[in-house]
């Protein structure tokens, strides 16, 4: 998420038991946050994770050889780059 304050106009409403709303509010009171703060941080935490497992893609066999080949293919020479890598960085 965004390091600024973003307005927050937009809810989200769920239903649930009487018992999972009563493990929401004491795994929140737990943390020293609202219910509202502790289940949207729980529901963000669990969404970047899933959104990051389409990281994984599948490949068959033919698929996976010339991706391999292309890994392995030399690179194109790249003089701008080169130099800027033989720079003293800012850092040091």
């Known amino acids: 998420m965004s390091m600024q304050s973003e307005a927050?106009?937009?809810r989200i409403e769920i239903?649930?038991?009487a018992k999972a709303k009563r493990?929401?509010?004491e795994a929140a009171a737990a943390r020293?946050?609202?219910m509202t703060e502790f289940v949207l941080d729980v529901a963000m935490t669990e969404a970047a994770e899933v959104l990051a497992d389409r990281?994984?893609?599948l490949?068959?066999?033919e698929q996976w050889e010339a991706f391999l080949a292309a890994l392995d293919a030399p690179t194109k020479p790249r003089p701008r780059l080169e130099s800027?890598?033989?720079e003293p960085s800012v850092l040091e």
């Open 32 to 34: 020293n946050k609202t």
């Open 23 to 25: 493990v929401l509010q």
């Open 84 to 86: 800027l890598l033989r």
């Open 55 to 57: 990281r994984l893609f």
């Open 15 to 17: 239903r649930t038991t």
């Open 59 to 61: 490949l068959d066999d």
């Open 8 to 10: 927050k106009n937009e």
